[in-house]
Each structure stands twice: as structure tokens, then as C-alpha cells.
């Protein structure tokens, strides 16, 4: 049988930070919240995107981005090492 | 030192409260983040990957005993306890909020430091010979024309909005401790035979993407017309640079496409016409004024302390090797310079703790007239310590783990921050260089093997000069996971050179048995007396290419 040439769509989850303290937060689907673990993970970038910046109003965020994510692990995890490391901190101090 | 007069005093308290007014508004919703990030980053705010980071000036790495103690208050109470000094000679703070900024940089202000000009397309902090004032091998201090330089160019309006950020550095020496081959312009003191003071001065020097080591501009600037060709040469820069393409928009990149001799009439007629206009390149009173800021202090001849450096040099091997490779001869007799690394054994380069900067102040107090330099490759040094104080100090920083016995050794590298911290990076720098660190902690085989510098970048940007490092190495993205690009034979002294690239890159888990490699080979193959960078120079890459690709 011929693989697909067609690729499923990436995971993703929206990040952010705060603004008054540049505080690294996550979208959970209602809120944003500083646990990774609580992202709200989507293949709909649109989707997901449309409705974390209908959010973004009461929070002040800025630096608002879509990050891949791989969601079949059992704790959730960014693909690149900046998100990896953007989500628990510097790997050399706490 | 130089200390503020009333004008500078005025502009600070001005600037700070512009920034609180403008904070105010971006957190009340009246500035979008399009129309802040530009006033942020005038007054040195980034935002890192976890945080927002402040960058503050300290001009050309010259600071005092309150400055220090300030940081140490800053990193206490609006930090996690700690802060960073930089490749620029300048101090950056990790963890501030944005809301606490202006109260940061009141503090700030009340001991005559700021964050204006540490970021943007402007002229950055002007840096200098850490030994400034106290070198043997100095013609003259350079501090006292940085100053000027700072005076120039702060809020210069001219070069508010220049194609690209801008940074000159100066020396009073021709053993060149300041890089001047690898900034926009480079600065050396001469002195003629009749005993006239000008600079040699170099265009073009830079690192990042595009490594390129500066060119004479002019041989012999006689001093008088030190800031009317400095404007020559930026307005010529202003008028012509690149606005087009970021990567294209440095000077080195206009005098590389135009060639030194004919940037260098362009600057000359612009020269011309600014002579032409009765331009005041500093007025005598007011250079009178900054040139008493800098005069020789009184030294004490009379000795703190009672031990006898001879018995202890003698008794004391930790001593004794501090000495060995952290001391610099002094100018005035029966005094030194002493370097304290910002290297411990597996340590953060550059990172001192609020702790260790509160006690390190005292002691500036107590052995070296309350003075602390900051050097471009992320130490500090006491600049006027009496050798017979050296056994006291030494115990006393020992005490708060500051007198590691490694400068200029192969523990003693410049790292960026790196993907830990940076929005820019590609890979992580500081975990390198404590491993490196680590693996060679033996201080006598650091010793054996002798001068080394490695620089470790974690991007092209090259903050850590990773081109120019004896052992350059470069933190890349490959397919997603960090990789490290190997180089060799890099040199910032005035002996520039520009390392070369071994080969294919080397992973995470590589990388440090590669540089093992390349110091083993040097170790088998230099001559008597040599030092890496001679081996280097002598054989080329092929030797350390063969056992590394073998």
C-alpha cells in the first residue's frame, strides 16, 4: 500500500507572556494559566487561535504565539528545545 | 571617576520619569505594544524567553563600591538574587517586572547609572581597557575620552535612529584588552615623538553574522578632533548605511561594499565640511573638567594588612597560583591589578550573587579605593590593590568563592546567555561552558596547557565573540536539537584573527570530548613555550582536523 503523502496536522497549543512581569502562560480554552499541562491542545490553529485572542483582552499579553506540541506523551511537550525550556524555566538555575 | 553634575543628574530624572509615565499608559491600555517596544527598549527593557531582562550601563567598565552595592540591592529585591555582567562591560538583570522597571531605574539613578543607549540602533555603551589608568604598557588613560565619547553621544539626536546599532571601544595601550579590531570603531591611543596625543583609528570591526576585522581609517587623529571625526565618520554612516536589510546594516558591511579607501574620503570630505563649520570638538574647559575625573588617585603606601606577601607566596599554593594568573602589573610601584574570575569550576560565567556583590563592595572599599572594573570577558577587577594587602584580599574573596585561580585559562570562557535566557538563541551555551568547565578543574592541568580562550555563542550574533575565541564554538538549531559548530584559531588581541570552521558540526553529547580532543592534540604537538593560538598559527587546522574526523 502507498503511504500518504498527506501529513496530519501538528498539535499545537497558544503561549503568551504577561506583560507587567513577562510571566510564560498558556491557554487553557476559557483562561491562561502558568502549568503547560493545562493547555488546551488543538490541530485547529485557526480555531484555537481565534479563540485565545478573543482572551488576550482582560489578560495583557503580549508576545502571543502557536507552538507544536506532542500530545501523545503523558505530560505534554513542546517540540523545540526554546519551548521546552520557555516552559520550565532556565535548564541552569530555578 | 567622573561624577555627574547637575545637567546629567537632571537628564536621568527626566528619562525615568518619562519611562514611568509611558509604562503607566502601556499597562492602562493607552500604548499598544507596537507603540511601546520602541520606549522599552530605549531604556534597555527586553523581553526574554522568561521574563523581561534589563540591561544597565556601566561606562566603560568603571564602577564604584555604592554602584555595586546597588546592583547587589537590585538583585535582591526586584531579581532572584543575582546578576549578569556582559561582553559589553555592562550588567544585565534576568527576572524584573515590568511594573517595578522605573522603580529600578530611579535606584538606578541615585548613584548616577541608567539602561539609555543599551539597546537600539544607537550609540552603545563605550567600552575600554579594563587596566585603564593603571597599565605599564598604557601611552595614556583612555577613560577620560570615553567619557567624552559618552557625553557625545548620549541622547546625541543625530544618531537617535542610526541604520543599526553602533559601539566603539577604546585603549591606551597597544596590547589590545578591549577588541577595538571588532567594533563599528575601534580606538588607540598613540602618542608621537614630540609627545602629542591622537588615536588610531579603526572602521569596521564586527562579529555577528559577518566577521570582519576593522581597518585603519586614519593613522594619527590628533586628539583635538576627536569628536568632529567621530561625527564624520557616523554622519557618513548615517547618510549611507543600509536601512534595507538588517543583516547588511552595519557599518563593517558599508565599508566592505564600498571598500576602506573610499569610505574613508567620504569621510574625509564630510570631516572637512564639519571642520568647516566651526564645529567645537570639545570645548578646553569642559575636557579640563572630565580630565580631572580621571587624574591618579593618592595611593596609600602604608600596607592594610600584616601578613607578609613573600611568607605567603611562599607557604600558600592556592595563593601562590592566584597570583601566578590573576595578578597584572601596575604602573605605580608596590601596587597590582587583580582579576576576579566570574568563572568558578562548573560555574555561570558572569553571574555574581547579591551576597558575593555586597561583600565584594567592601572590599573594593577597604583594598582598592572603592573602584571595581567589569571586563569584555564577563570578570571584574580591583585596579589599585597594595601587593602587601594581596594575602588579605585573597582570603577574603576566597571566602565568597571569588578567587578562582583561573584567568585566562581554560575554565576562564565567555559564554552568552544563550537558550536559557535568550529570545534569539538557537542552543544553550552556559551548560557547555560549565562542562568544559568541569571536565578540566585540575587547575595544574590548566595550567599546563596555558592561555586559552574559548567563547561560546548560542546564535550568530556571536555574543560571546565565538569567532574570535582560540576555541571558538557556535550553538546552531539542527532539525530541532542543538548542535555545536567546532572553530579554531580565532584572536581578538591586536594580533586579530578570525577562527576557522573544523568541519561538520559535533551534537550536545560531542562536543565536549571534541574540544578535549583538540587541547590533547595541541598538548602533543606544541612547541617550548608555545601557547594554543602559536600551535595554532604554526601548523593550521590539518592536525586537529585529522583526530577529530578520524
Request: net charge negative; charged share 25%; with cysteine.
Amino acid at each position: 500500500m502507498n503511504k500518504s503523502n498527506i501529513k496530519p496536522l501538528a498539535q499545537q497549543i497558544m503561549t503568551a507572556n504577561r506583560l507587567k512581569d513577562g510571566t510564560v502562560v498558556y491557554f487553557t480554552g476559557s483562561r491562561w494559566s502558568t502549568e503547560i499541562h493545562e493547555a488546551l491542545v488543538s490541530d485547529d490553529n485557526e480555531g484555537l487561535e481565534k479563540e485565545a485572542l478573543k482572551n488576550i483582552e482582560n489578560e495583557d499579553l503580549i508576545s502571543v504565539e502557536l507552538i507544536k506540541v506532542d500530545a501523545n506523551k503523558s505530560q505534554l511537550a513542546p517540540l523545540t528545545m526554546r519551548e521546552k525550556i520557555r516552559s520550565t524555566g532556565p535548564t541552569i538555575r530555578c | 571617576m567622573y561624577q555627574y553634575d547637575a545637567y546629567d543628574h537632571n537628564i536621568l530624572a527626566q528619562r525615568t520619569a518619562e519611562f514611568r509615565d509611558q509604562v503607566q499608559r502601556r499597562l492602562d491600555g493607552e500604548l499598544t505594544e507596537e507603540e511601546f517596544r520602541p520606549m522599552r527598549l530605549a531604556n534597555g527593557v527586553y523581553l526574554q524567553l522568561h521574563a523581561y531582562m534589563l540591561r544597565v550601563a556601566i561606562p566603560y567598565g568603571t564602577f564604584t563600591s555604592n554602584q555595586l552595592r546597588k546592583f547587589a540591592y537590585i538583585g535582591r529585591e526586584y531579581d532572584r538574587g543575582y546578576g549578569h555582567f556582559t561582553t559589553r562591560q555592562n550588567i544585565q538583570f534576568n527576572w524584573p517586572k515590568l511594573i517595578d522597571i522605573p522603580d529600578i531605574l530611579e535606584d538606578l539613578a541615585s548613584v548616577e547609572m541608567h539602561a539609555i543607549q543599551t539597546s537600539g540602533n544607537c550609540i552603545r555603551n563605550t567600552t575600554a581597557d579594563q587596566l585603564a589608568g593603571v597599565a605599564v604598557d598604557e601611552v595614556a588613560d583612555p577613560r577620560p575620552y570615553a567619557e567624552i565619547i559618552r557625553q557625545w553621544s548620549t541622547l546625541h539626536p543625530e544618531f537617535a535612529n542610526l541604520p543599526r546599532k553602533f559601539k566603539i571601544a577604546i585603549t591606551g595601550s597597544e596590547h589590545d584588552r578591549a577588541a577595538i579590531k571588532f567594533h563599528d570603531i575601534g580606538l588607540e591611543i598613540k602618542k608621537t615623538d614630540q609627545g602629542n596625543i591622537g588615536f588610531k583609528v579603526l572602521v569596521g570591526g564586527g562579529l555577528g553574522r559577518t566577521p570582519i576585522i576593522g581597518s585603519v581609517i586614519k593613522g594619527f587623529l590628533p586628539e583635538k578632533h576627536l569628536l568632529s571625526y567621530l561625527e564624520a565618520i557616523l554622519r557618513a554612516y548615517n547618510l549611507d548605511g543600509r536601512r534595507d536589510n538588517k543583516y547588511k546594516a552595519r557599518i563593517k558591511i558599508l565599508v566592505l561594499e564600498n571598500g576602506i579607501e573610499t569610505y574613508r574620503e567620504t569621510v574625509e570630505k564630510e570631516w572637512q565640511e564639519i571642520l568647516q563649520e566651526n564645529y567645537t570638538d570639545l570645548p578646553i574647559a569642559a575636557q579640563k573638567l572630565i580630565f580631572k575625573h580621571f587624574e591618579p588617585p593618592e595611593y596609600d603606601h602604608k600596607p592594610k594588612s600584616i601578613i607578609s606577601f613573600d611568607d605567603y607566596y611562599k607557604d600558600q599554593k592556592d595563593f601562590a597560583r592566584w597570583i601566578n594568573n590573576n595578578m597584572h602589573d601596575h604602573k605605580v610601584v608596590g601596587y597590582a591589578a587583580i582579576t576576579i574570575s566570574l568563572k568558578p569550576i562548573g560555574g555561570i560565567p558572569g553571574d555574581i550573587s547579591s551576597n558575593q556583590m555586597d561583600t565584594l563592595a567592601g572590599l573594593a572599599d577597604i583594598y582598592s579605593l572603592g573602584e571595581i572594573r567589569s571586563t569584555h570577558e564577563q570578570n571584574l577587577v580591583l585596579a589599585h590593590v597594595h601587593k602587601d594587602d594581596l594575602p588579605a584580599l585573597w582570603r577574603d574573596l576566597d571566602a565568597i568563592d571569588l578567587a578562582t585561580p583561573n584567568h585566562g585559562l581554560v575554565s576562564d570562557i565567555i559564554a552568552c546567555p544563550g537558550l536559557d535566557y535568550c529570545a534569539l538563541a538557537n542552543a544553550r551555551s552556559i551548560p557547555l561552558a560549565q562542562e568544559i568547565s568541569n571536565r578540566f578543574d585540575d587547575p595544574a592541568r590548566a595550567e599546563e596547557i596555558g592561555e586559552l580562550k574559548i567563547k561560546i555563542s548560542g546564535c550568530i550574533n556571536a555574543c560571546a565573540h565565538h569567532h574570535v575565541g582560540h576555541i571558538g564554538i557556535l550553538g546552531v538549531d539542527k532539525k530541532g536539537k542543538e548542535a555545536y559548530q567546532l572553530m579554531l584559531g580565532g584572536s581578538a588581541n591586536e594580533n586579530a584573527s578570525i577562527g576557522k570552521i573544523t568541519g561538520r558540526g559535533f551534537s550536545e553529547n560531542e562536543i565536549i570530548d571534541a574540544i578535549e580532543t583538540v587541547i590533547e592534540t595541541y598538548l602533543k604537538i606544541r612547541n617550548d613555550g608555545e601557547i594554543f593560538i602559536d600551535t595554532y598559527n604554526r601548523l593550521g587546522m590539518e592536525p586537529f582536523k585529522e583526530v577529530l574526523y578520524d
